[in-house]
């Protein structure tokens, strides 16, 4: 294969494959690959021949023995986690709920009209 020839068959490659990674979450590679009728055997073939010619310019080294590399996974507790978790009575079942970030705001029908206005103003200014 001529450099032209592979210049423009990885351009299209490399296309795929940002296409087949942006894919609409739920869907697997292998669904994605199969609804634009393309094979998986050269899909990876491409993908793994691609990340190699980048690990090459990166001056990165293939792991040629992964049976060699080992993982632990290591538990970090944030304060999120050790936070108690506030119990709402029974009797006070929201009719709306907003969330922004990591702030919940739980409304009842009860809610004055002026602390509505209040809590939203807050809302957006947080």
Not at 11 to 37: F, H
Not at 48 to 59: D, L, S, Y
Not at 63 to 80: D, H, Q, R, Y
Request: glycine letters at 2%; proline letters at 6%.
């Amino acid at each position: 294969m001529d450099q032209l020839t592979h210049t423009v068959r990885r351009s299209n490659w490399i296309n795929i494959i940002r296409q087949c990674q942006d894919r609409p979450a739920g869907t697997t590679a292998k669904q994605w690959l199969a609804e634009n009728d393309i094979s998986e055997k050269s899909y990876y073939y491409w993908l793994r021949k691609i990340r190699r010619e980048v690990c090459e310019q990166e001056g990165l080294q293939e792991v040629t023995n992964p049976s060699a590399l080992s993982f632990v996974e290591i538990p970090v507790k944030t304060a999120l986690d050790t936070a108690p978790v506030p119990t709402v009575p029974a009797a006070m079942t929201p009719v709306a709920v907003i969330r922004s970030g990591r702030l919940t705001l739980e409304l009842s029908n009860d809610i004055s009209e002026s602390l509505l206005y209040r809590l939203l103003q807050e809302v957006l200014h947080a």
